[in-house]
């Protein structure tokens, strides 16, 4: 799959976010997005989940322009922000809500995608019981839960311990290699050269393409 962001440009009330911006995400890859708080980072991954339209330009995925279209991206799961659930069920019984909207899943595969993200120990317990790395956790796992072929995640190892954090980008290092697209918005080093295989900086609306081992501004 290729994602193709052609000239696209973003405002708010006539305020511009994204200017002109121009970026091609293909399967097999693992894309880190870097820059400060409203850089636009997160109104770019939105764009890619036609949660906004563009104010100028196109997104294709594949050719199509989906957002024209009025259509959700085809196999795309995201965690954008803070991931929310509803409190007074379990993480397991949130999991399983939101696969019965497709139904394509068995409870083992929502069981998987628990073990994957290490909080099966903590699968019945009451969302609203979750602590801020449990939350991610639990967004991750929606996330991988139905085996998209593309991956959004803003900030995702918030608040995860090291551990699992290690375990995570490995998983994510493998589904690349299935030909998947993993696109993660980050601050984190790790994140950044260590981990990403293309890495662009956002600053000021525009967005500029970094080498590896390349130095970035410290955000």
Known sequence: MIIEVKNVSKSFKGVSVLNH???????????????????GKSVLLKLLCGFY?????????DGVNYIKEKKFPVSTRCLI???????ELSGFKNLKLLASIQNKISDQDILNAFETVNLMQDKDKKYGKYSLGMKQKLGIAQVLME???VFILD??????????TKRLRKVLKELAKKDKIIIIASHMEDDINGFADEIYEFNDGSVVKRKKGERVRNY
């Open 21 to 39: 911006v121009n970026l091609k995400f293909q399967s097999g890859k693992i894309y880190s997005l870097v820059g400060s708080n409203g850089s």
């Open 155 to 164: 900030e995702p190892f918030n608040g995860i311990e090291k551990g699992s």
């Open 147 to 149: 085996d998209p072929t």
């Open 53 to 61: 339209e563009p104010t100028e330009g196109e997104i294709l995925q």
């Open 81 to 87: 922000e803070k991931p929310s659930f509803l409190p």
